[in-house]
């Protein structure tokens, strides 16, 4: 399961441009395959991007680039259009004359239908991914201002959407009406700033105020700050995964502590699936929030029986087979040490396809574990995502084949426990939120498109 993108913003700051650099360095958890910044001085609009990590994209000259007190920012990682440079984002265009630059969070569901509509009458994309879209409704609108033709855009596409909108004069956040997706808005001194998570603020030194409303719009606009609202449906639908596995347990997003959330599910699984056992440990890092929830609960030890490596990027040397389960090997390696003779609880956040766990199980069978009980703090993912987040296809995901004592032997754990949709939103219930859970239960708040 993979985010696909990172958003962050900043207007009336005059180095905008190093700001979003260091907030998309703060977000790359959020997307690793494309990185981009537009900046503008009021006159022009400039682009910088490039395919990689913000780091590899930018450097000083590249910043440099980039003058003027307002830019927007994005990290992207996709499947839907594919990973190209024509799918870089933001995407900037020449609507009637004036340049304008978008960055989108979010998957459109209806966004195929509208792009068929679209070329049917002319209409020309210059690249693959649904984020254009957009672009073209609003170039075709004969309503006047900018924030008038987003509004008449943004009745016809269906989906998640969080985005960050720029022209000369404006930039305008925005979340969809189910709010699937973050955004939050903060300050840093008179600049106004906004991000897909809080810790790009942290990082910057920006204060968090709040996080949009869903169907809220945000403009700033010479310094000043105004909102507008789209009507919204009864129920709202953040994604659940934003607190499983998404966000940095040191974000708030959705206006609520990551860090709280994903403890608390560590509880819940505890309470639903305890065992006899001498100690618990993540897979981390995305679990190590959640092990330790598990761990306080269980009045167990909390280990880190699992290294991960944070120092690989792609690794060019692909052993032959002398080297078994080698992608796995290169991040995780056992401390031996610990788990040698222990019969271990394996905190985990998801199994998708269950290759990874089945191969983590195996390795700490092979250091001498004596048991290998393996706990997810997520229910069985059976259904693809399709507002944002990569997921294998239905017929991929091990959950909608199999029964979980199916998985378990698969796994080769000595037993196997997921957390209930019960569980999960009683974890999550102190939010006050309507979360989406299509993953687990095929309930489709958009449905699923084409
Ligand atoms: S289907 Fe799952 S991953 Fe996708 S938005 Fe809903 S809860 Fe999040």
């Known amino acids: ?78 499947t839907t259009g594919g990973s190209h440079r024509v799918n870089m984002q933001p995407l900037l265009v020449d609507i009637k004359g004036r340049l304008l630059s978008l960055a989108h969070n979010g998957n459109l569901v209806n966004a195929r239908e509208l792009r068929q509509q679209l070329k049917a009458k002319g209409a020309i ?20 201002g900018l924030e008038e033709q987003l509004q008449e855009a943004l009745k016809r596409v269906k989906g998640a959407y969080s985005l960050l909108l720029m022209d000369g004069d404006k930039m305008i956040a925005v979340r969809d009406p189910y709010g699937f997706r973050p955004l939050c808005y ?23 105020v709040r996080e ?16 507008r609202r789209m009507p919204v449906p009864r129920r709202g639908a953040s994604c659940i995964f934003e607190f499983i596995y998404f966000s940095r347990p040191d974000s708030f997003v959705f206006g609520h502590d990551v860090h709280d959330v ?28 959640a092990a330790i929830g598990y761990a306080e609960q269980a009045k167990l030890p909390f280990k880190l029986g699992l290294i991960r490596s944070h120092y690989i990027g ?3 040397i692909e052993p032959d087979q002398s080297i078994r389960d080698f992608g796995t090997r290169i991040k995780y390696n056992p401390v031996k040490g610990l788990v040698k003779g222990k019969r271990l609880v394996v905190v985990d956040d998801s199994i ?36 944002g987040i990569d997921t294998p296809t239905r017929k991929e995901l091990i959950g909608s084949s199999y029964s979980v004592a ?12 997921y957390l209930s949709i019960s569980g999960l939103r009683r974890a999550a219930e102190d939010t006050g939120l309507d979360f989406c859970t299509a993953c687990f239960d095929g309930k489709y708040p958009v449905g699923k498109g084409e």
């Open 1 to 78: 399961m993979k985010e696909y993108c990172g958003l962050f913003g900043i207007s009336g700051h005059k180095t905008a441009a190093n700001l979003v650099y260091l907030g998309l360095y703060a977000l790359q958890h959020r997307g690793q395959e494309s990185a981009g910044i537009c900046a503008t001085d009021g006159v022009k609009l400039r682009l910088q991007a490039g395919m990689g990590l913000v780091a590899d994209v930018f450097d000083k000259e590249r910043l440099l680039r980039l003058p003027g007190s307002r830019a927007i920012g994005h990290n992207r990682y996709s």
């Open 125 to 144: 994309f210059s690249s693959t991914n649904d984020s254009e879209v957009i672009l073209h409704l609003m170039a075709r609108s004969r309503r006047g």
């Open 186 to 208: 903060g300050r840093l001194g008179r600049a106004h700033v906004f991000a897909s998570e809080s810790c790009a603020f942290d990082l910057i030194g920006a204060r968090y």
């Open 212 to 227: 949009l409303e869903r169907g809220e719009m945000l403009v700033v606009n010479g310094g000043r700050l105004r909102s």
């Open 262 to 289: 994903r403890q608390r599910l560590g509880c819940e699984l505890f309470r639903e699936h305890p065992v006899d056992a001498d100690l618990v440990m993540p897979v981390p890092d995305s679990s190590n929030v």
């Open 314 to 316: 792609r690794t060019f």
């Open 352 to 387: 998708v396809r269950g290759t990874t766990t089945r191969k983590l199980v195996a390795m700490l069978r092979q250091a001498g574990a004596k048991q290998v009980h393996v706990r997810i703090t997520a229910p069985v993912i059976t259904h693809s995502c399709f507002y």
């Open 406 to 417: 199916r998985i378990c032997k698969h796994l080769g754990a000595d037993s196997l426990g």
